[in-house]
């Protein structure tokens, strides 16, 4: 009797502390194979390693070995290098620090932490319940009876374009739970708050699950941090589960990383959708009208990958999947300099084939162009299955970035500047995108005229652009103004050759007394505005809002510069390294002498 309690209570305890999830990996390490035969595989079958980073597999692998599977390499001369000496040890120390970090961290923000599988569930609601366009979906349920949830979001209307995007159909790879619940969180959020996002929404249905795998998930939190599969019995056999991403019925046990043995983490089932999982998310899927997209994420290895994923041939629809998956690729790289891969099949080497995936099957099936994203890390050395939670907010937004480019591409619009009076105007854009310089800010400028000649510019493209409008506050002083083509505005014979100020232009100006103009208009953005000037002489405008030293603002034209001058005869010439003007200054406008048309930017302000 006592036996028994104090069995159940260290039972208890392990339970409480949560840290069965390393058991399995006692006596084990982590190491990385220089390269991996086909007859080195094979031998290791019977050892029961577990490989980890796609990327590197078939190049230099990562894996989790045993002693004896250690053994085995040391007798056979193989060499590796070793990147965890004790596994259990560091799951534990790991497990450890994010939970005392959990009360410091658990109020900040959702995303601070891991997740469980019920803390999620709670989170979809909340999402539901907050979001007019945002219901509950529930697909059906796991092996274990565990519901699988998501999210679609809605605006209504039949037949619209959708997306569906998915976590955790591997149970260890747990950034894509949090990156997934962050998309659909962030979606509903910017649908209030942003017009862009509103737009989007207005025209795709999106639907999100972020855990198809709840067994596994579950799994692996309680009692096997690096499980995989689903939490199936395989009859007739001791070892449990099916490869979700094996199950799916295109090229289903094809040769590409596939496994019949039910002891293998890429075991394929006894039949195209023989998980349950597989089956519900089929029926579902298959039940959306109009499914045009489909990301499956995983992690680790930072990349994006398009259809084919069991061959290297192209799809019929190549051309579209580079196109995307260059954007999407593009969009998750830019948002923290974070570098992505993006290829199709085998990525050019940076992974292997497979066969009976979920997205081949979403575009063989379904239609749809189904991607696969790898999430952060890139490599095992970069946290692996445990990217650092520190990071969490960083992969959701690079995921939320990419699924933005397949929601973009669903809706069949081509997002830019529709303002036509706008410098960055795109005559393809279909949509505003929010980005014209000309709505950028309000604007005004006050600039000083003194008496006799002067050069003046603006860095305000002014509501009334005419030269009469602008230049009315000093009409009674003035005598001449004249643009860089050497053409007039004469307000005593009532003769404007001039017509309108060009933005980025400069005008020579002489006044009988001095005076303010005051200009009024929108402000322009120096670093996206082009300055276009011609070889020979030019009348340039400076279009920063605060001085700024010569030799910096014009540094990427000036193998091109003869000379720059003030309208007072202060000269640049970097032929002689001679600056006499020093800084730039808003309000002032300069001559310069060119060896060929030039094209630049000025810095921002
Ligand atoms: O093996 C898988 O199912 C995926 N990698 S993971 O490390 N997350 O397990 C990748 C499958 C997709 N492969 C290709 N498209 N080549
Ligand atoms: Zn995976």
Redesign the pocket.
């Known amino acids: 009797m006592k036996k028994t309690l104090s069995i159940i209570v260290l039972f208890v305890f392990i339970q409480v502390n949560g840290q069965n999830n390393s058991l399995p990996y006692d006596n084990t390490s982590v190491i990385k194979l220089e390269s991996l035969t086909p007859e080195m595989e094979t031998a290791l079958t019977i050892y029961d390693v577990t490989y980890l980073s796609?990327r590197s597999h078939s190049a230099s692998p990562e894996l989790i070995v045993n002693e004896e599977a250690k053994r085995w390499l040391n007798t056979n001369g193989v060499a590796y290098e070793i990147l965890v000496d004790d596994l259990k040890q560091k799951i534990d120390q790991e497990y450890e620090y994010m939970r005392s970090m959990r009360p410091q961290r658990d109020g900040a923000d959702w995303y601070a932490i891991y997740r469980t599988y019920d803390e999620v569930q709670d989170k979809l609601a909340e999402i539901a319940g907050n979001s007019t366009i945002a219901t509950i979906i529930d697909l059906g349920d796991s092996y274990e009876n565990r519901s699988i949830k998501g999210i679609k979001l809605s605006t209504g209307g039949t037949n619209k374009p959708a997306v569906f995007f998915n976590g955790c159909q591997?149970a260890r790879?747990w950034v894509t739970v949090m990156a997934t619940t962050y998309l659909v969180d962030q979606l509903a959020q910017n649908y209030v708050d942003d017009e862009l996002t509103r737009s989007l929404l207005e025209m795709v249905d999106v639907y999100v699950v972020p855990i198809v795998n709840p067994d596994g998930y579950v799994y692996s939190h309680t009692t096997d941090r690096y499980w995989r599969k689903n939490r199936q019995i395989n009859p007739g056999s001791s070892y449990v589960g099916t490869d979700l991403?094996r199950n799916w019925d295109i090229d289903w046990n094809g040769g590409a990383?596939t496994s019949t043995l039910p002891s293998s983490d890429i075991y394929v089932g006894t039949a195209p959708f023989s998980a349950p999982e597989t089956q519900v998310l089929k029926n579902y899927m298959e039940s959306i009208p109009n499914l045009r997209g489909h990301l499956d994420i995983?992690?680790y290895?930072a990349l994006v990958?398009g259809p084919w994923?069991y061959t290297n041939n192209p799809t019929p629809d190549h051309e579209q999947v580079v196109t995307l998956g260059n954007a999407m690729n593009d969009a998750i790289t830019n948002t923290h300099d974070y570098p992505f891969t993006f290829g199709i099949?085998?990525a050019n080497g940076s992974?292997?084939?497979?066969s009976g995936?979920m997205p081949d099957w979403s575009y063989d099936g379904l239609g749809a162009l189904g991607f696969?994203y790898?999430l952060r890390p890139d490599s095992w050395t970069g946290g692996g299955f445990e990217l650092p939670e520190s990071q969490i907010l960083d992969a959701s937004e690079e995921n939320y970035n990419g699924a933005m480019e397949m929601i973009i591409w669903a809706a069949d619009i081509q997002l830019g500047c529709t303002d036509p009076t706008a410098s960055n105007y795109d005559p393809e854009a279909t949509t505003d995108d929010g980005s014209c310089d000309v709505n950028s800010s309000d604007g005004s400028q006050t600039i000083a005229l003194p008496q006799g000649w002067y050069i003046f510019s603006t860095y305000v493209h002014p509501e009334s652009p005419s030269m009469e409008q602008l230049l009315a506050p000093v009409v009674h002083s003035l005598i001449i103004a004249k643009n860089g083509a050497g053409l007039a505005y004469l307000p005593d014979w009532d003769f404007n050759g001039i017509g309108n100020l060009v933005d980025g232009q400069a005008y020579q100006v002489k006044l009988s007394s001095a005076g303010d103009l005051d200009i009024t208009g929108t402000k322009i953005m120096p670093e996206t505005f082009v300055m276009n000037l011609d070889e020979g002489w030019n009348m340039f405008a400076y279009l920063r809002d605060s001085s700024g030293d010569l030799t910096e603002m014009l540094a990427s034209i000036h193998d091109q510069i003869h000379i720059v001058k003030t309208f007072d005869g202060l000269a640049y010439l970097p032929d002689w390294d001679f600056n006499g003007i020093g800084n730039l200054e808003p309000g002032k406008g300069y001559q310069i002498k060119l060896s060929t048309a030039v094209s630049f930017s000025y810095p921002e302000n």
Do not use: K, R
């Open positions: 796609c591997h790879e991403n990383s995983h992690s290895s990958l994923g099949g085998d992974i292997y084939l497979a995936t696969t790898e």
